[in-house]
């Protein structure tokens, strides 16, 4: 091999090049940082374990349907806990908002970055900015007072247009487009569209401008560039975007308890019926007069959507890493 | 790169091109409105069922005729990105517009500094406010504050300064962090509560918001830091300076506002946090300043309890008090904006006059 002729003598050890702090205060320096920073792992372990500890009674009750089950009686003589419709509520929801924020938040990047003059895009950027701190409370009390109507009103006209389709399909108008999935659904969006959108916009912003004019120059079109030169190039970035989103989704509490009937009558993917779930908002509506063997499968059902929300939190960030490789030092 | 028509002749349109532009955008939306406003149409179905088909029919044509294909796909994509783009600005002003509009109906002098102590859910609103609420919000946020800025400027510098291999996965971990269900914050410390046997206080209020916070902090801290550019930091170190001074004395100080941003974005993120206070503190209607013990109240809480009833006045004290909380946030989240705004003034190099 090419290394043997390399290497002619094997006794020549490899010189160990090491540097580190030379100083006493620089040793403590870099120790308190990356005590600081494991403590990163610490806080994830830490939730993990308390958790687990006090999930342990019901999740060793119920076993495997804690999961797949529906039902939820936590003061019969044999506690039944069975979180499934909440955690199919959560997924459903979650995709709702997703498919409803990613056009809305692409679309918002591709103005910011590619077709509006530099002091409006900073004004964009800052309104995009200002719907991602606005408090859940706040956007609750919004979707319940301001927003459902029209929802409503949206709702009616898509069943109308579109009730041939499975997914708006209603059965019982009388229970029907309020407290809905497709509400829930779209307050979500509406909280997701900033992060999706800063995402894409740092993505878009990073694009290499040489691309982007080489294929202007060979006679591309906006369309054929924003199709075969932008969406390939930052495909994955915004995906890491969209995951990022859709984390937040699953673990929205308080906009989506005001908005949505919580039900343990499995909604599969009847939209616009005023039944669904949500494991987050199951948890902070049934808290407050919880027994104490309902206590521990509440605790349990944070487990699950905790580990639900790390495991798509570290894919996406994982992706967006991926996709932004100028972060890297 | 913002601009791609700048500087590109061939790219000038006439003065033709913009009144036939301008035409085209806006006969739809006459067209619409004539419609939900003359047919007495429902809003809704006149935008989906008249403006949306007949904007992106007109579009279609427009751009069908300047340059045919090349020029439909074009104007069908510049058209969906500003409709998409105008609907998430419609719904980001309906939110604040609704907020304000009913907000400032229950805003008053005294709604801002007096407490609830005798405020029941069908209380008029000459009496009571949200004093005591602003007060708890206070002391909790900063108690969070007071744990987790440190340990996120930590994070970061370990994160910019040390060539550990462990970085990335920290990053990731720390980023994952941040998308921490805040309900499950709560039931962490919750959690704890149930192990130690620590009483409902400010304080467990303020260890559940601590998970939510430190990861903003860090990472926009991180982003900061990483602004500074490198060679100061070498420039430091080659005169002798140890790492720690070489921080202190030069990253810090080029850093401090990127610091501070990092510090008021972390307040914004936790100030509004309802789900985990819900969980770990009681509520209560009158001013308590002490954080350790007792009941205390919170702006959050505060408009989730009163959201509960259906009395008009405790809706409005709900709106009320989310117009307090979004004024704080917007407060906190302006001076971040300025702050961040100057710093890249700062850095930017100065732009020499043409001519």
């Known amino acids: 091999m090419a290394n043997e002729q390399k290497t002619g003598s094997p006794e020549v050890s490899k010189r160990k090049l090491s540097s580190g702090p030379l100083s006493k205060g620089d040793k403590w320096f870099f120790r308190v940082t990356s005590i600081s920073a494991n403590f990163a792992f610490v806080l994830v372990a830490l939730i993990v374990v308390f958790l687990f500890a006090n999930a342990w009674p019901t999740l060793s009750s119920q076993g495997f349907s804690f999961l797949t089950g529906s039902n939820w009686n936590p003061d019969a003589k044999h506690p039944v806990m069975q979180l499934g419709p909440m955690l199919w509520g959560s997924l459903l929801i979650g995709f709702t908002g997703v498919l409803l924020a990613a056009p809305m938040a692409i679309s918002a990047a591709y103005l910011i970055v590619y077709l509006l003059p530099k002091p409006a895009a900073r004004v964009a950027t800052t309104i995009i900015d200002l719907l991602a701190a606005l408090p859940s409370v706040v956007i609750g009390l919004w979707g319940i007072a301001v927003f459902t109507p029209v929802a409503v009103n949206w709702a009616k006209i898509s069943n109308q247009l579109l009730g041939w389709i499975p997914i708006f399909h209603v059965k019982d108008p009388n229970a029907a487009f309020t407290d809905s999935p497709f509400i829930a659904g779209w307050i979500v969006a509406v909280m997701i569209v900033p992060i999706i959108t800063s995402v894409t916009r740092e993505i878009f912003s990073q694009m290499d401008d040489g691309l982007i004019n080489g294929a202007l120059a060979l006679g591309g079109s906006r369309f054929s560039v924003f199709r075969r030169v932008i969406m390939p190039t930052s495909s994955s970035g915004i995906i890491g975007g969209i995951l990022l989103g859709l984390g937040r989704a699953l673990g929205e509490t308080v906009a989506i308890l005001y908005v949505l009937q919580l039900s343990f009558k499995i909604n599969f993917f009847s939209l616009l019926e005023s039944r669904g779930g949500a494991v987050a908002s199951w948890i902070l509506a049934r808290f407050g007069e919880a027994s104490n063997s309902e206590f521990h499968g509440l605790m349990a059902a944070g487990l699950v959507i905790f580990l639900v929300t790390l495991a798509v939190n570290m894919l996406a960030s994982f992706i967006v890493n991926r996709a932004q490789p100028w972060r890297k030092n | 790169m913002s601009n791609l028509t700048s500087r590109q002749p061939w790219a000038q349109s006439s003065a033709t091109f913009k009144l036939q532009l301008a035409i085209v955008s806006t006969i739809p939306s006459v067209i619409g409105l004539l419609f939900v406003i003359l047919g007495n149409l429902d809003f809704s179905i006149g935008l989906i069922g008249v403006f949306l088909p007949i904007q992106v029919l007109t579009v279609a044509a427009f751009g069908w005729r300047k340059a045919k294909r ?17 609907l998430v600005l419609v719904l980001l002003l309906s939110v604040l517009g609704s907020v304000i509009f009913e907000g400032f109906k229950a805003l008053s002098p005294h709604f801002l500094y007096e407490n609830n102590r005798y405020v029941g859910t069908t209380t008029s609103l000459e009496y009571g406010g949200v004093g005591h609420a602003i007060l708890g919000t206070l002391l909790i946020v900063l108690l969070t504050t007071i744990a987790a800025v440190p340990l996120g400027i930590a994070m970061a510098v370990y994160l910019t300064q040390s060539q550990s291999k462990m970085r990335g996965v920290v990053r990731t971990v720390t980023q994952s962090l941040a998308g921490l269900p805040s309900v499950v914050a709560g039931l962490f410390v919750l959690a704890i509560m149930q192990f130690t046997h620590i009483e409902r206080s400010g304080f467990t209020g303020a260890l559940a918001l ?73 509520m209560n209607n009158t001013t308590n300043l002490n954080p350790f013990n007792g009941p205390i109240a919170s702006l959050p809480t505060y408009v989730y309890s009163f959201l509960g009833s259906n009395y008009s006045s405790s809706q409005q004290r709900a709106w009320g008090a989310a117009l307090v909380l979004l004024i704080v946030v917007g407060i906190l989240f302006g001076s971040a904006r300025i702050l961040s705004r100057k710093k890249s003034l700062k850095t930017k190099p100065v732009k020499k006059a043409k001519k």
């Open chain 2, 210 to 282: 601590f998970p939510l916070m430190l990861p903003t902090v860090a990472r926009v801290a991180e982003e900061s830091l990483r602004l500074v550019p490198s060679d100061l930091r070498m420039a430091a170190l080659a005169l002798g300076a140890p790492n720690y001074k070489a921080f202190f004395q030069v990253i810090l100080p080029a850093a401090k506002s990127g610091i501070i941003t990092a510090l008021l974005l972390g307040l914004a993120r936790v100030v509004g946090e309802t789900a985990p206070l819900i969980l770990t503190i009681n």
């Open chain 2, 70 to 86: 090349r020029g439909l796909s074009d104007a069908l994509l510049i058209f969906f990105t500003i409709f998409f783009s105008t």
